[in-house]
Protein backbone atom coordinates (compact mmCIF):
# COMPACT_ATOMS: atom_id res chain seq x y z
CA UNK A 1 0.00 0.00 0.00
CA UNK A 2 1.53 3.31 -1.05
CA UNK A 3 1.46 6.85 1.54
CA UNK A 4 -1.30 7.56 -0.74
CA UNK A 5 -3.49 5.10 0.02
CA UNK A 6 -3.78 5.11 3.51
CA UNK A 7 -6.64 6.88 5.15
CA UNK A 8 -10.47 6.23 4.88
CA UNK A 9 -12.19 6.48 1.71
CA UNK A 10 -13.85 9.42 2.52
CA UNK A 11 -10.08 10.62 3.94
CA UNK A 12 -8.96 10.23 0.27
CA UNK A 13 -11.73 12.32 -1.48
CA UNK A 14 -12.14 14.90 0.49
CA UNK A 15 -8.07 15.62 -0.46
CA UNK A 16 -9.48 15.04 -4.06
CA UNK A 17 -12.00 17.54 -3.30
CA UNK A 18 -9.42 20.16 -2.05
CA UNK A 19 -6.87 19.59 -4.59
CA UNK A 20 -9.27 19.64 -7.54
CA UNK A 21 -10.43 23.08 -5.68
CA UNK A 22 -7.02 24.17 -5.38
CA UNK A 23 -6.06 23.38 -8.66
CA UNK A 24 -9.09 25.14 -10.61
CA UNK A 25 -8.69 27.90 -8.39
CA UNK A 26 -4.62 28.62 -9.65
CA UNK A 27 -5.41 28.22 -13.10
CA UNK A 28 -8.36 30.36 -13.33
CA UNK A 29 -6.29 32.76 -11.65
CA UNK A 30 -4.35 32.65 -14.02
CA UNK A 31 -6.79 32.88 -16.72
CA UNK A 32 -7.72 36.13 -15.58
CA UNK A 33 -4.47 37.25 -14.35
CA UNK A 34 -3.75 37.32 -18.07
CA UNK A 35 -6.77 39.18 -19.12
CA UNK A 36 -5.29 41.91 -16.15
CA UNK A 37 -1.75 42.35 -17.44
CA UNK A 38 -3.17 42.73 -20.99
CA UNK A 39 -5.54 45.56 -20.16
CA UNK A 40 -4.96 46.57 -16.86
CA UNK A 41 -1.44 46.30 -15.77
CA UNK A 42 -1.24 49.17 -13.51
CA UNK A 43 -3.75 47.14 -10.85
CA UNK A 44 -1.36 44.18 -10.94
CA UNK A 45 1.75 45.82 -10.51
CA UNK A 46 0.53 48.66 -8.44
CA UNK A 47 -2.42 48.33 -6.69
CA UNK A 48 -2.20 44.23 -5.46
CA UNK A 49 0.97 44.74 -4.29
CA UNK A 50 0.40 48.47 -2.90
CA UNK A 51 -2.53 46.86 -0.64
CA UNK A 52 -0.14 45.41 1.79
CA UNK A 53 2.35 47.97 1.61
CA UNK A 54 4.35 46.57 -1.05
CA UNK A 55 3.95 49.55 -3.71
CA UNK A 56 6.64 51.52 -4.91
CA UNK A 57 8.91 48.91 -6.62
CA UNK A 58 10.13 48.79 -10.21
CA UNK A 59 7.74 47.35 -12.50
CA UNK A 60 9.05 44.00 -12.56
CA UNK A 61 9.25 43.34 -8.54
CA UNK A 62 5.66 44.67 -8.78
CA UNK A 63 4.72 42.39 -11.24
CA UNK A 64 5.83 39.66 -9.23
CA UNK A 65 4.08 40.10 -6.21
CA UNK A 66 0.94 41.35 -8.34
CA UNK A 67 0.61 37.77 -9.57
CA UNK A 68 2.02 36.07 -6.73
CA UNK A 69 -0.89 37.82 -4.29
CA UNK A 70 -3.48 37.52 -6.77
CA UNK A 71 -3.18 33.90 -7.61
CA UNK A 72 -2.91 34.00 -3.27
CA UNK A 73 -6.03 35.43 -3.39
CA UNK A 74 -7.79 33.19 -6.09
CA UNK A 75 -6.86 30.04 -4.47
CA UNK A 76 -8.25 31.33 -1.05
CA UNK A 77 -11.62 32.31 -2.49
CA UNK A 78 -11.53 29.31 -4.64
CA UNK A 79 -11.57 27.53 -1.73
CA UNK A 80 -14.39 29.17 -0.37
CA UNK A 81 -16.42 28.39 -3.67
CA UNK A 82 -14.99 24.81 -3.59
CA UNK A 83 -16.73 24.70 0.00
CA UNK A 84 -19.50 26.05 -0.24
CA UNK A 85 -20.87 24.19 -3.19
CA UNK A 86 -18.99 20.92 -2.21
CA UNK A 87 -20.68 20.73 1.25
CA UNK A 88 -23.35 23.43 1.58
CA UNK A 89 -25.36 23.56 -1.33
CA UNK A 90 -23.80 20.17 -3.36
CA UNK A 91 -23.89 20.39 -7.05
CA UNK A 92 -22.70 16.57 -8.06
CA UNK A 93 -20.89 15.84 -11.09
CA UNK A 94 -22.50 18.14 -13.37
CA UNK A 95 -19.79 20.32 -15.07
CA UNK A 96 -22.29 22.93 -16.47
CA UNK A 97 -23.82 23.63 -13.00
CA UNK A 98 -20.56 24.03 -11.77
CA UNK A 99 -19.37 26.13 -14.06
CA UNK A 100 -22.89 28.35 -13.78
CA UNK A 101 -21.96 28.41 -9.90
CA UNK A 102 -18.60 29.88 -10.90
CA UNK A 103 -20.16 32.27 -13.26
CA UNK A 104 -22.13 33.35 -10.63
CA UNK A 105 -19.98 33.71 -8.20
CA UNK A 106 -17.39 35.69 -10.32
CA UNK A 107 -19.78 37.84 -10.65
CA UNK A 108 -20.37 38.30 -7.11
CA UNK A 109 -16.48 38.65 -6.30
CA UNK A 110 -16.36 42.10 -9.12
CA UNK A 111 -19.47 43.54 -7.88
CA UNK A 112 -18.19 43.17 -4.02
CA UNK A 113 -14.58 42.89 -3.70
CA UNK A 114 -13.40 44.60 -7.09
CA UNK A 115 -15.78 47.23 -7.24
CA UNK A 116 -15.60 48.72 -3.40
CA UNK A 117 -13.37 46.25 -1.55
CA UNK A 118 -10.70 46.61 -3.32
CA UNK A 119 -11.14 50.57 -3.91
CA UNK A 120 -11.39 51.54 -0.84
CA UNK A 121 -8.71 49.49 0.90
CA UNK A 122 -6.20 51.02 -1.86
CA UNK A 123 -7.45 54.36 -0.95
CA UNK A 124 -7.04 53.58 2.98
CA UNK A 125 -3.16 52.52 2.56
CA UNK A 126 -1.86 54.53 -0.20
CA UNK A 127 -1.52 58.18 -1.42
CA UNK A 128 -4.18 57.24 -4.28
CA UNK A 129 -7.99 57.95 -4.31
CA UNK A 130 -9.50 55.25 -6.85
CA UNK A 131 -13.34 55.95 -7.36
CA UNK A 132 -15.46 53.86 -5.14
CA UNK A 133 -17.44 51.97 -7.23
CA UNK A 134 -14.30 51.43 -8.99
CA UNK A 135 -16.14 49.75 -12.25
CA UNK A 136 -13.47 48.27 -14.70
CA UNK A 137 -15.47 46.05 -17.67
CA UNK A 138 -12.21 44.44 -17.93
CA UNK A 139 -12.24 43.44 -14.49
CA UNK A 140 -15.69 42.15 -14.63
CA UNK A 141 -14.49 39.55 -17.62
CA UNK A 142 -11.77 38.34 -15.59
CA UNK A 143 -13.57 37.85 -12.74
CA UNK A 144 -16.19 36.00 -15.19
CA UNK A 145 -13.26 34.12 -16.69
CA UNK A 146 -12.38 33.08 -13.06
CA UNK A 147 -15.25 31.94 -11.86
CA UNK A 148 -15.94 29.80 -15.12
CA UNK A 149 -12.70 27.93 -14.79
CA UNK A 150 -13.48 27.46 -11.45
CA UNK A 151 -16.45 26.04 -11.47
CA UNK A 152 -15.85 23.93 -14.47
CA UNK A 153 -12.67 22.56 -13.83
CA UNK A 154 -13.67 21.35 -10.09
CA UNK A 155 -15.40 18.49 -11.77
CA UNK A 156 -13.65 17.89 -14.50
CA UNK A 157 -10.40 17.46 -11.93
CA UNK A 158 -12.07 15.25 -9.66
CA UNK A 159 -13.22 12.79 -12.60
CA UNK A 160 -9.43 12.59 -14.10
Excluded: C, K, N, Q
Excluded at 2 to 17: N, Y
Excluded at 44 to 72: C, E, K, N, Q, R
Excluded at 78 to 94: K, Q
Amino acid sequence: MSALEFGSESERLSRVDATSVVVASVLGSFAFGIVMSLTMGDVLFAAIPAMYGLGGVDPTTGTLLGWAIHVSHGTVLGLVFGGAFSVAVPLGDDTRRWAVAGLAYGAALWLVLATFVMPVWVGAVTASSPPVPDVRPWSLVGHLLYGVYLGALIPIYRRY
